[in-house]
């Protein structure tokens, strides 16, 4: 199949053609046509299936083929629940629009504003934005949402586990009622059923693909090892293995900061990437880390959700999630657009019970490997580990809600149930 028998229109084919894709991934095939002809859309994809161009060359499409030229409106707004999602779904905007006649902005907390109005001042036809800035600039009358035509709910199931439900429903409240939605994602809990239900209308249902096959196609293994010992292989499996670009997950921010130091101290180059940094830090991190300058991006679940690093060839789970979709999410970030990737977890006893969780909810067991000299302790307990999760969840909803002051404390106990009624249904 080609882009071209989606029926999308020349300029967007030419852009598609300089990105250098020529064949449709799945879940584009099954979402450009219904998005074209108008239809609401719910789609089960996850981040490396290529779903940003799945609701982004059709929503183009339209609104180039049905030109308001006498006012520039937002016409589109696509929200995403971080910073980094937003400014790459916003530069694949800009890419497939080049040809367009066709204007676009992103906003987006942490930042100054200024900027942000002074271009939605020009006129904008599409908006990308993360929810709290939105409502923000909205509150003080510097952008209308009135005249949106088609709405792009991204990554709703984040959006929920950040807490983000509550600015969706005011979100929905200030666009006409009369609109085309799309919702993105990647799991299909009762809530976000519920959500789908109350802002689609008789929507079109895509699939990407059945939910494991990207963890197929990656290879899994498991190093068992003493969790003192784990800064030491991790170094080890980098050094020897010579990984020249290494994606690395820890539980927490706090965690993230002392294994970037001691990579550094190691003589290996490494940035720390999460919601305690500034937007400069994280931008300048992510853009060192995709030009080779740092080999290895230290991150938590939240920031590095949606994070646009082509042909990861390692993912490295410093320690495992608490909770097994993000698992998944995680190791999805190698192997994208079907190129083969290796997820390595380096596990400690108290981590064995969310192993566990893992492998049930993925369906396999994955290869457990101990490396001598670092073998884990036979006497640690295995209870498993409490801290960090919390503050973790809410690290985005922190993040985009800098400038209000209420509802974070409300968010974080929202948040907080939320985890222990994931992790009860798991045990
Ligand atoms: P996404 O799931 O939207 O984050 O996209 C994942 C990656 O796949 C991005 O690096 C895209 O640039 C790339 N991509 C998207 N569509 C295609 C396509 N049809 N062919 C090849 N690569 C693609």
Redo the contacts with the bound molecule.
């Keep these: 199949m080609s882009f071209k028998t989606l029926g999308l229109s020349e300029p967007i084919l030419r852009a598609i053609s300089k990105?250098?894709?020529?064949?449709?991934?799945p879940i584009?095939a099954k979402a450009i046509p219904p998005v074209i002809e108008g239809k609401d859309v719910l789609a089960s994809?996850?981040?490396?299936?290529?779903?940003?161009?799945?609701f982004t060359l059709p929503l183009l499409h339209f609104l180039s083929e049905n030109p308001k030229p006498k006012y520039r409106d937002i016409r589109a707004l696509i929200l995403t629940p971080t910073r980094e999602l937003a400014a790459?779904v916003h530069n694949?905007v800009k890419e497939y629009s080049e040809f367009l006649n066709i204007r676009s902005t992103v906003i987006f907390g942490g930042v100054n504003q200024k900027p942000q109005v002074a271009r939605i001042k020009q006129g904008v036809d599409v908006l990308v934005a993360t929810p709290g800035r939105l409502i923000d600039l909205e509150n003080q009358r510097l952008l209308s949402l009135k005249h949106v035509e088609v709405f792009v709910l991204d990554e709703a199931d984040r959006m929920l586990d950040m807490g983000f439900l509550r600015d969706i429903e005011r979100v929905m409240k200030l666009m006409p009622d009369k609109r085309q939605n799309l919702m993105f994602s990647a799991t299909f809990s009762k809530d976000i059923k519920k959500l789908a239900y109350s802002i689609l209308n008789n929507p079109v249902q895509v699939e990407a693909t059945p939910e494991n096959t990207a963890v197929e196609v990656i290879q899994q293994k498991v190093h068992r090892v003493a969790k003192a010992k784990k800064t030491g292989l991790i170094i080890k499996l980098i050094s020897e293995g010579n990984w020249q670009q290494v994606l690395v997950f820890t539980r927490t921010k706090h965690g993230a900061n002392r294994l970037t130091k001691k990579m550094i101290s190691a003589g290996i180059t490494a940035a720390a990437i999460h919601g305690n940094k500034s937007q400069g830090a994280r931008t300048k991190a992510l853009a060192g880390f995709k030009n080779g300058s740092i080999r290895v991006l230290v991150a938590t679940d939240i920031a590095a959700r949606?994070l646009?690093i082509?042909l990861l060839p390692h993912v490295v789970n410093f320690e495992l999630p608490n909770i097994a979709e993000d698992y998944v999410h995680r190791i999805g970030r190698t192997g994208?657009?079907g190129a083969s990737g290796e997820a390595i977890s380096l596990v400690s006893a108290d981590e064995i019970s969310y192993l566990r969780g893992i492998e049930k909810l993925i369906n396999m067991k994955v290869d457990v490997e101990i490396i001598e000299g670092f073998e884990p302790d036979p006497n640690a307990s295995t209870e498993p580990i409490k801290q960090g999760q919390n503050r973790n969840r809410n690290q985005g909803r922190n993040r985009n809600s800098n400038s209000r002051s209420s509802g974070g404390n409300k968010n974080a106990s929202r948040n907080k149930n939320r985890n222990r009624r994931r992790n009860n249904n798991r045990s």
């Design positions: 990105k250098g894709y020529d064949t449709p991934s584009q994809a996850q981040t490396g299936t290529g779903k940003t161009a799945g790459q694949n949606g646009d082509p994208r657009a």
